[in-house]
T-cell receptor, first 113, second 112 residues
Framework: DVKVTQSSRYLVKRTGEKVFLECVQD?????MFWYRQDPGLGLRLIYF???????EKGDIPEGYSVSREKKERFSLILESASTNQTSMYLC????????????FGDGTRLSIL | GENVEQHPSTLSVQEGDSAVIKCTYS??????FPWYKQELGKRPQLIID?????GEKKDQRIAVTLNKTAKHFSLHITETQPEDSAVYFC???????????FGAGTTVTVRA
């Protein structure tokens, strides 16, 4: 069974901090995704990665960056956290010919104070 | 880009009745339409998907229908059970495009 693990379920940070959200998958999937989920807005794609060191911007990349140094790990970075980045963040993965998320992590609920 | 609208936003049904959720999309190039279920406090799960070369797909009590001409697709849940209570998201995009566009979600409550 595919496992997508996000390092934290809940995280509280302060405005201006640099925040790292980590995601690891154990199925050797090529594709990994970061979404944010807000009430009434569904899921919105922040970044997508189709291979190590490869990334593509999603619909809302502003204020975020990503890192994929190893195939199994995809990190989301908030360069300087702001209160409007308070949200639920979901990581997902899929196998190589599927460009849509198949397996999600449990999510990280991030609060920026 | 693709714009997906989902209705209704909330749906309450009696156990054993059917539930129907409808989504419309704007981009005629979209050809992949997945549905995700998210139970309270849990991760979204892909429950069924359909590609534009078929009009209907079934999996036990769940079915999805697609009308390409009208650009809408629907999720049908028959003989609803309490464990069907969740938020359901529809989505759409062209198969080779990673930017999947999601609907806002429908909160389904099955009353015992």
């Amino acid at each position: 069974d595919v496992k997508v693990t996000q390092s934290s379920r809940y995280l509280v940070k302060r405005t201006g901090e640099k925040v790292f959200l980590e995601c690891v998958q154990d199925m050797d999937h090529e594709n990994m995704f970061w979404y944010r989920q807000d009430p009434g807005l569904g899921l919105r794609l922040i970044y997508f990665s189709y291979d190590v060191k490869m990334k593509e911007k999603g619909d809302i990349p502003e204020g975020y960056s990503v890192s994929r140094e190893k195939k199994e790990r995809f990190s989301l970075i908030l360069e300087s956290a702001s209160t409007n980045q308070t949200s639920m963040y979901l990581c997902a993965s899929s196998w190589d010919s599927r460009y849509q998320p198949q397996h999600f992590g449990d999510g990280t609920r991030l609060s920026i104070l | 880009g693709e714009n997906v609208e989902q209705h209704p936003s909330t749906l309450s049904v009696q156990e054993g009745d059917s539930a129907v959720i409808k989504c419309t999309y704007s981009d005629s190039a979209s050809n992949y339409f997945p549905w995700y279920k998210q139970e309270l406090g849990k991760r979204p799960q892909l429950i069924i998907d359909i590609r534009s070369n078929v009009g209907e797909k079934k999996d036990q009590r769940i079915a999805v229908t697609l009308n390409k001409t009208a650009k809408h697709f629907s999720l049908h849940i028959t003989e609803t059970q309490p464990e069907d209570s969740a938020v359901y998201f529809c989505a759409a995009n062209p198969l080779n495009d990673y930017k999947l566009s999601f609907g806002a979600g429908t909160t389904v409550t099955v009353r015992a």
